[in-house]
Nanobody
Framework: VQLQACGGGLVQAGDSLRLSCAASGRTFSDDAMGWFRQAPGKEREFVAAINWSGSRTYYTDSVKGRFTISRDNAKNTVYLQMNSLKPDDTAVYYC?????????????????WGQGTQVTVSS
């Protein structure tokens, strides 16, 4: 599957952004989808994941209550709505696809990756 992420930008603390990731190449609704991020000098970390139907979602603790992952299978797109952004959220955000949500927090478990979109939050 090919993934194309977009929606990043430069915002101030407290602002919102919505990232989108469009998928192509195979049946999108078969895949679990996820978002990861990587800040300079740090390892890629899990942010959020969603199962094929959208009925189950998972978040890392630092974004719970602020970020929402969702998907529109008719549009082959997964979203990450980010509210109340903080400078610590600054990173390149990547979307990813996998057959299922086993070990979803492990980056190595995800088979397909998008190119990344930069999110910069100023204080």
């Amino acid at each position: 599957v090919q993934l194309q992420a977009c929606g990043g930008g430069l915002v101030q603390a407290g602002d919102s952004l919505r990232l989108s990731c469009a998928a192509s190449g195979r049946t999108f609704s078969d895949d679990a989808m996820g978002w990861f991020r990587q800040a300079p000098g740090k390892e890629r970390e899990f942010v959020a994941a969603i199962n094929w139907s959208g009925s189950r979602t998972y978040y890392t603790d630092s974004v719970k209550g602020r970020f929402t992952i969702s998907r529109d299978n008719a549009k082959n797109t997964v979203y990450l709505q980010m509210n109340s952004l903080k400078p610590d959220d600054t990173a390149v955000y990547y979307c990813a696809a996998a057959d299922n949500l086993m070990r979803y927090m492990e980056a190595t478990k995800w088979g397909s990756w998008g190119q990344g979109t930069q999110v910069t939050v100023s204080s």
